[in-house]
């Protein structure tokens, strides 16, 4: 079983959706939860972050994470055709030396106008 | 400006070369990392620095070198031993502050070997 499994679609949607796109990960050491977003030809950015359980607004983006259930999750709301990207989770420890994050293969997003 | 630059943007070699690609970072970073994304995997983990002269083999080193002799710069070989270099790759750095989370990425260098 990989540590990181996200479904990497393609997923399309029309303008005005609401996005749900979302992780399972298998390692409960995992503390650190991230969402990376990646145009094309382009390196990722940072997104949003949640530690531990819990869940995050910031804007029209919710990142949601259930522990318990090892899943993660990231809301789109009122979607854009600005938002058309890959969106990558990814996850770490807490502290320690260790830096190394985790990711999951990437979701491929079209909102269509 | 700070942030990081990965030079060239594209970069095409004959196979059975050895070619070095470029990251460099002004953001004062200790923490350095080389991915490597290829179609439907995601980002892969090849190298990763926490300080100078020093760095770690990630979940695929085969057929890569790197060097880590300044802060500032974390340059990656690609040697003749990779079978399959063809690739996007991407160069990251991080502070290593215990508490940090994100990693901030350059725009990466597309390899094409023939």
């Known amino acids: 079983q990989k540590e990181v499994e996200q479904d990497p679609g393609p997923l399309s949607v029309p303008e005005g959706a609401i996005v749900s796109l979302n992780c399972t990960y298998s390692?409960?050491?995992?503390?650190?939860f991230m969402w990376y977003r990646q145009y094309s030809r382009k390196g990722p950015e940072l997104l949003m972050y949640?530690?531990?359980?819990g869940n995050k607004e910031d804007g029209r983006f919710t990142a949601q994470v259930d522990k318990s259930s090892k899943y993660i999750s990231l809301f789109i709301r009122d979607s854009q055709p600005s938002d058309s990207a890959t969106y990558l989770c990814?996850?770490?420890?807490?502290?320690?030396?260790?830096?190394?994050?985790?990711f999951g293969k990437g979701t491929l997003l079209t909102v269509n106008p | 400006d700070g942030g990081i630059t990965q030079s060239p943007k594209y970069l095409f070699r004959k196979e059975g070369q050895n070619v070095t690609l470029s990251c460099e970072q002004n953001?004062?970073?200790?923490?350095m990392y080389w991915y490597r994304q290829d179609p439907g995997q995601g980002l892969r983990l090849i190298y990763y620095?926490?300080?100078?002269?020093?760095?770690q083999k990630g979940d695929i080193a085969e057929g890569y070198s790197v060097s880590r002799e300044k802060k500032e710069s974390f340059p990656l070989t690609v040697t003749s031993a990779q079978k399959n270099p063809t690739a996007f790759y991407l160069c990251?750095?991080?502070?290593?502050?215990?508490?940090?989370?994100?990693?901030?990425f350059g725009p990466g260098t597309r390899l094409t070997v023939t």
């Open positions: 990251a750095s991080s502070s290593r502050d215990r508490l940090s989370y994100e990693q901030y």
């Open positions: 390692n409960s050491a995992f503390q650190y």
């Open positions: 949640t530690y531990s359980s």
């Open positions: 990814a996850m770490r420890n807490s502290g320690g030396s260790n830096y190394k994050l985790t």
């Open positions: 953001l004062n970073h200790d923490a």
């Open positions: 620095s926490q300080i100078v002269n020093d760095f």
